[in-house]
């Protein structure tokens, strides 16, 4: 018999909202911030990887990586980036299920728990969560467990097994084998992990079943 879930923890970026678009624009001006190129393909990569991986990959000189890393956390909330910022389609009918379900909703990500509360703010959703741990809050990334962990301290009468993570990439699922706690992983783009081992679901809400929050 599984185990009933009182805590729906999601990922930000590329979970709940389409923030694609709005990161390419982040990471240019980041980059040109400090003299260096960036094309669209590239920041998509860059996107589903933790500033530090991406300082590490680009070998940004010493002295440049607090401009870039400063200039990355302004840009966050220009007004052009904050506009292209899109919910997915299914994402208020995913966040009303697992309300009606009576679970806990909290955040877990790599972005600023000041962005993702502009961005809450701006959909008339800042009320449905109860926590959000950003990179502010907890300075390890994902494939760390550590900011899931984090998220669990914040509910000490909720156990692990009675929580469940969302989120659109493998260092997701990681972190949550890491924890140990269930997780379900989404493909945003088409046939980006047919190759992979990992299982993975078109949409939240399959998320959802997956993890038995049904309708």
């Known amino acids: 018999m599984k185990t009933k879930k009182k805590l729906a923890i999601f990922d930000f ?9 709005s990161l390419v624009i ?3 001006k980041g980059f040109h911030k400090i003299g260096l190129p960036c094309t669209k393909e590239e920041c998509a990569i860059h996107m589903h990887h933790s500033l530090e991986q991406t300082i590490r990959a680009r070998q940004i000189p010493e002295h440049l990586i607090m401009p870039f890393v400063k200039e990355i956390m302004r840009a966050l909330d220009d007004e052009d980036a904050l506009k292209a910022i899109r919910l997915f389609p299914e994402t208020l009918e995913a966040i009303k299920r697992v309300k009606k379900a009576g679970l806990t909703l909290a955040i877990v990500t790599g972005n600023s728990t000041k962005h993702v509360r502009n961005v809450l703010k701006m959909n008339q959703l800042n009320d449905d969560f109860e926590t959000i741990i950003g990179s502010d809050i907890c300075q390890e990334s994902k494939p760390s467990p550590a900011p899931l962990l984090m998220a669990l301290k914040k509910h000490p009468e909720i156990t692990k097994e009675e929580a469940f993570y969302i989120g659109d990439s493998f260092q997701d699922v990681d972190a949550a084998n890491g924890v140990p706690m269930d997780s379900a992983l989404i493909e945003r783009v088409k046939d980006s992990y047919k190759d992979s081992s990992y299982s993975y679901y078109s949409n939240l809400l399959e998320a959802l079943e997956s993890l038995d929050i049904c309708a």
């Open 26 to 28: 982040v990471y240019q």
């Open 13 to 21: 970026d590329g979970t709940l909202f389409d923030t694609y678009e």
